[in-house]
């Protein structure tokens, strides 16, 4: 079955700078691969996903996302980070073979320091 | 405009006493999502409907229901509320599978006394 691990809890990175939150799957083969953000008190908003083809994704406000089958991650990153950027940051990973539902990270919540 | 709208926002039970939370769309998408979000953690799928087809997760308790009457709306209920229920409940539609775009209610965050 496939899982996906977001090994950090909570970061914090000053306004304008760079940014990169890990995401780690496991899934035999070439998963779908997908980064939703959660501002407070709301939905989950789709920033970008990966199917198949180009392994650097560009998404929305600015996000991009590399898929490494080697490594078996699918890091998000910005160049430079807004302060409305702070929220929180759901990797999620789904199958051909089992569309029905996709599966959800823990979630990183990211903060800026002004 | 609002696509995935949930209402109430925020609801407040009684242990035990049933509650309904709504959902409805105005996207025209095939399949609707009920997830169970509690604090700092993930999403966690409860059921969804293929239009009519319903679709329960295996850990999903009996204690959870759904409703759809038609294509727009989605209703969750909770016959028996327990304190361990009190979470954040998302509504999310896709346009046919989960590998599409999920676009994602508000929430109702559920409390119960």
């Known amino acids: 079955a496939q899982s996906v691990t977001q090994p950090d809890i909570h970061i914090t990175v000053s306004e304008g700078a760079s940014l990169e939150l890990r995401c780690n799957y496991s899934y035999g083969a070439t998963p779908y691969l997908f980064w939703y953000v959660q501002s407070p008190g709301q939905g989950l908003q789709l920033l970008l996903k990966y199917f198949s083809g180009d392994t650097l994704v560009q998404g929305i406000k600015g996000f991009e996302a590399e898929f490494k089958r080697s490594q078996s991650s699918f890091n998000l990153r910005k160049p430079s980070v807004h302060w409305s950027d702070a929220a929180e940051y759901f990797c999620?990973?789904?199958?051909?073979?089992?569309?029905?539902?996709?599966?959800f990270g823990s979630g990183t919540r990211l903060s800026i320091r002004p | 405009d609002a696509m995935v709208i949930q209402n109430p926002r925020y609801q407040v039970t009684q242990f035990g006493k049933p509650v309904t939370l709504s959902c409805s769309q105005t996207l025209n998408h095939n399949v609707m999502y009920w997830y169970q979000q509690k604090s700092s953690q993930a999403p966690k799928l409860l059921f969804h409907y293929y239009d009519k087809d319903f679709n329960n997760e295996a850990d999903t308790p009996d204690n959870f229901q759904s409703r759809r009457p038609n294509t727009s709306f989605c209703f969750l209920d909770i016959r028996s509320p327990g304190l361990g229920d009190a979470a954040m409940y998302l509504c999310a539609t896709s346009r046919a599978s989960a590998t599409d775009t999920q676009y994602f209610g508000p929430g109702t965050r559920l409390t119960v006394l």
């Open positions: 999620a990973v789904g199958t051909y073979s089992s569309a029905s539902k996709i599966i």
